[in-house]
């Protein structure tokens, strides 16, 4: 935020120097699910904030602003993450079950495409949204892990990472600690698009233009990284998921069984030189004749 303020400060001095920018206030919406605790978010707000913060539960992918009041909107890391696991692939009885994997490797050609068009239709909800709550001329920045155009998501340091996730968990159905209906029946509702694709997708919209594109270059990309450290960035994120499905009682087994085994695997992760990228998207509102 403190960046954006300053920013947006510049920006008024060099077109008009005789205002005066620190007139301006700002409002800023802090939006996240209904179960984030954004009671321990307000409390970590430093006291010298220069904007006034308010939390605004609830999905992107629906509206949730009134129409164009938002002028600046930053999604960091969020839109990969589908709204829902497709159903046809928790389906025994369609032939895009998605029996062998918990996430999109693509060698079922349907589990492919029911992901893809889950996140096409999740991401053309979200901006659907945002083109009702964003001003004409409004600026929408998007940080998002997506896939090298022409790299199947399996030939990823990431994909192995995942299947190694979910060979621990067929691992402890075979010992008999969770069913393998659970195993079975477990997906992880993630989608890494390639560039091309979210611009085709951003495209077809037609309401906002892509100002900038580009892959940043992530400093963590290039850090070794031991077994403990792949488990101790992975659980925060899949933690709660687990919790979710398979209850409580066995999530501490299940990352220390794949701390032993990323430690297994680890010459054939670092021998991936391909994986995900972590992509720097600025749209810009176009101002159209409905507004």
Same mark, same amino acid.
């Given at each position: 935020m403190q960046n954006i303020i300053e920013a947006v400060e510049l920006k008024l001095i060099q077109l008009a120097e005789h205002q005066d920018p620190s007139a301006l206030e700002f409002q800023v919406f802090f939006s996240d699910q209904y179960d984030n605790d954004?009671?321990?978010?307000? %409390?970590?707000? #430093?006291?010298?904030?220069?904007?006034?913060?308010? $939390?605004? #539960? $609830?999905?992107?992918? $629906?509206?949730?602003?009134?129409?164009?009041? !938002? =002028?600046?909107? =930053?999604?960091?890391?969020?839109?990969?993450?589908?709204? %829902?696991?497709?159903e046809e692939i928790v389906d025994r009885n369609s032939p895009s079950w998605n029996s062998d994997s918990i996430h999109c490797t693509g060698s079922v050609k349907g589990v492919a495409e029911a992901y893809s068009a889950r996140f096409m239709n999740d991401v053309e909800a979200f901006l659907n949204a945002r083109t009702q709550e964003v001003v004409p001329g409004g600026l929408i920045v998007i940080l998002i892990l997506a896939v090298p155009d022409g790299i199947p998501f399996p030939k990823t340091a990431a994909g192995v990472l995942y299947d190694v996730f979910g060979s621990c968990l067929i691992d402890m159905a075979k010992m008999g600690l969770i069913s393998e209906e659970k195993v079975y029946s477990f997906n992880l509702p993630i989608y890494h698009a390639t560039p091309k694709e979210l611009e085709t997708l951003i495209q077809r919209n037609k309401y906002f233009s892509i100002e900038r594109m580009e892959e940043l270059n992530h400093p963590m990309r290039n850090t070794p990284f031991t077994a403990e450290d792949y488990t101790s960035n992975l659980r925060p994120v899949f933690e709660e998921i687990i919790k979710d499905h398979f209850g409580n009682e066995y999530v501490n087994q299940i990352f220390h069984n794949y701390t032993i085994k990323i430690a297994e695997n680890?010459? &054939? &992760? /670092? /021998?991936?030189?391909? +994986? &995900? *990228? +972590?992509?720097? *998207?600025? !749209?810009?509102?176009i101002i159209s004749i409905t507004d």
């Open positions: 954004f009671n321990t978010l307000f %409390k970590t707000l #430093p006291h010298s904030r220069r904007y006034f913060a308010a $939390g605004v #539960p $609830g999905s992107f992918y $629906g509206r949730l602003f009134p129409k164009s009041c !938002l =002028h600046f909107v =930053h999604s960091c890391y969020a839109l990969h993450w589908l709204s %829902k696991v497709p680890l010459s &054939i &992760i /670092e /021998e991936k030189t391909n +994986d &995900i *990228i +972590d992509l720097f *998207i600025l !749209l810009k509102r």
